[in-house]
């Protein structure tokens, strides 16, 4: 504070916290804190910024003193119930909502969105059924016709869709989905505007593609290069970006693939009402949305018509219920004949996976020693996948395999790690020495995970996808277990594709611990992992083929050659 004047160190730390910079940012602020403890707009700040760097109980300490210094501080309770679902404390951040809706100083929209929350890690089934059931009685409570109220979605009244969360179990959304969308629409006006213009194709086909993910993220990896093979003798192609849409390398490869002419990229502004005017200019034949649901403000755009046909696929494998959407593009491997009846898009069928996935890279190698190892599980996906019937699988595993070890990875922030690990010790069989979390590792030290492996456990209801592809790289096998759900069947479509004969594909629950076991213990597990890997090289990785037939399944769609 001696080089600078307080004043002049909180307009640093502001203009930190404008360019993103939070770790900064919140360095100062917390500076500042020393001298003036309960200064509102230090703490406030300083509370964004730990929002941003995932330090959620920092922001929740800050945000509380901010109440208890003023009870009726503007923003404070919506701000609070926020960081309290960002923990995952549902129950907790109800009662804040509710506390704000009394007292007349919590935006009105949080009269509906504090009955569509749905937690990360539910305690157990019975959990999952009550909120689910809340869910469903807020929709036909919107849905009613003497249900009156409307929201302003570019005045700060966005609604954040339970969407994604319901996927995360085994019950069919299909109808509530539909419902969700009838009930946003309801309360958003902007929803119902027509806004696609009917456009004869004249030269090339206009083609959308809509994600805030094009970077290093999962959407980036998986869509990328099957994006980059559009013909541009066929297709002119728009990439739409948010502004939310962090830098990284494969941001960079789709700024250098518009350097030459293969694509244009474009971002999108942050109110509705201005996003739709700028696609509307575009004048889109179609619109490919890789993921629905992801992010928040794209969830809506999709439930407009703003192309001919719109698409989307299994970037959050989850039908949508809109009648916006057309279609679901996904690979016949990974559907059966009852997969269609839980979508209200129709499947569009291809060959291969929609992707051209380019295969992952080490500079490390693994000994055979490592690669032969037995008795290793695990289960690295993201915490929110296990379910708590899933608890009682891995339990049984380890009651099973008495040399068994079963590792999972913890969230970056360790909220979910905190929850799960509450929920495994609520059952006595749970032991903390065999069922390792390990701390988030980086992409190389991942990969090596994945190949000294023994078998990856592909969690029911909601199974892997990325990970699956990355564990190819070694070739370590996956025990799965699908239902009719694409959600689950990703798995099963990927050892399809590669020709694997006999796939480790339970038929059960009990089918599914007797695999896993069984393949944990094989002595031919390095010779088995080589199997696989070269299925992967020839039928999985960089396929060019599914590139030509996304391609042909575009065109078809307007009969053009």
């Known amino acids: 504070m001696n080089k600078y004047s307080a004043d002049e160190l909180f307009k640093i730390a502001y203009d930190h916290l404008q360019k993103r910079n939070y770790g900064k940012s919140a360095g100062l602020f917390e500076k500042l804190l020393k001298d003036y403890p309960k200064n509102l707009s230090i703490l406030k700040n300083l509370s964004h910024c730990y929002v941003f760097i995932k330090e959620f109980e920092k922001a929740e300490d800050c945000i509380k003193k901010v109440i208890n210094i003023n009870p009726n501080e503007p923003f404070a309770y919506q701000s609070l119930a926020s960081i309290l679902k960002d923990q995952d404390k549902v129950e907790e951040a109800i009662l804040i909502v509710e506390e704000g809706l009394e007292k007349g100083i919590i935006n009105e929209k949080w009269e509906v969105q504090k009955n569509l929350f749905f937690p990360k890690i539910p305690s157990d089934r019975k959990d999952i059924i009550k909120y689910r059931k809340k869910i469903e009685e807020e929709v036909e409570k919107i849905l009613d016709k003497n249900f009156k109220k409307k929201l302003d979605y570019d005045n700060d009244q966005i609604i954040v ?10 019950w069919d959304n299909l109808e509530l989905n539909k419902k969700s969308v009838q009930a946003f629409k309801k309360l958003f006006k902007i929803l119902n505007e027509e806004s696609y213009l009917k456009i004869e194709i004249k030269d090339k086909i206009r083609i959308g593609i809509i994600s805030e993910f094009f970077t290093d993220h999962t959407i980036g990896k998986l869509y990328k290069d099957l994006i980059f093979s559009l013909d541009k003798n066929k297709f002119e192609t728009f990439i739409f970006h948010s502004k939310k849409t962090n830098a990284g390398d494969i941001f960079n ?8 002419g293969i694509l244009k990229n474009e971002i999108l502004p942050i109110k509705l009402s201005e996003k739709i005017d700028n696609i509307k200019k575009f004048k889109l034949d179609v619109i490919f949305y890789p993921d629905i649901g992801l992010s928040i403000e794209f969830y809506y755009l999709a439930l407009m018509r703003l192309a001919k046909y719109q698409i989307t696929t299994f970037g959050h494998p989850e039908t949508t219920g809109s009648d916006s959407i057309d279609f679901y593009l996904i690979s016949k491997n990974c559907v059966n004949n009852n997969t269609q009846k839980h979508h209200s898009e129709k499947l569009l069928l291809m060959d291969y996976l929609p992707m051209i996935y380019p295969k992952p890279h080490t500079k490390k190698k693994l000994s055979d020693d490592e690669l032969s190892k037995k008795n290793i599980y695990s289960c690295p996906q993201t915490l929110f996948k296990i379910h708590p019937d899933f608890d009682q699988i891995i339990f049984d595993i ?6 068994g070890i079963v590792y999972l990875i913890k969230d970056t922030n360790k909220v979910l790690y905190k929850k799960l690990i509450k929920r495994f010790s609520t059952n006595k069989k749970y032991d903390s020495k065999k069922i390792i979390f390990m701390d988030p590792l980086n992409y190389e030290d991942y990969l090596l995970h994945l190949g000294r492996s023994s078998v990856l456990l592909d969690p029911i209801y909601y199974g892997a996808g990325n990970s699956f592809f990355e564990s190819m790289l070694f070739g370590t096998p996956s025990i799965t277990f699908p239902s009719d759900h694409i959600k689950s069947r990703l798995v099963l479509g990927a050892y399809k594709q590669m020709e694997i004969k006999y796939p480790p594909i ?36 960089n ?18 050659t």
Request: aromatic residues 10%; proline residues 3%; glycine residues 2%.
């Open 543 to 560: 396929t060019k083929k599914a590139g030509e037939e996304f391609n042909k399944i575009l065109t078809n769609l307007f009969n053009l």
């Open 506 to 541: 339970a038929a059960s629950i009990e089918n599914y611990i007797e695999l896993a076991v069984k393949y944990a213990n094989r002595d031919d597990i390095r010779k088995l992992k080589n199997t696989y890997k070269d299925a992967a090289e020839k039928k999985l990785f």
């Open 161 to 170: 869709p339970p969407h994604v969360d319901l996927s995360y179990s085994d």
């Open 253 to 260: 490869e789709f700024n250098e693939k518009e350097k030459e």
């Open 398 to 403: 380890l009651e099973k395999d008495k040399n």
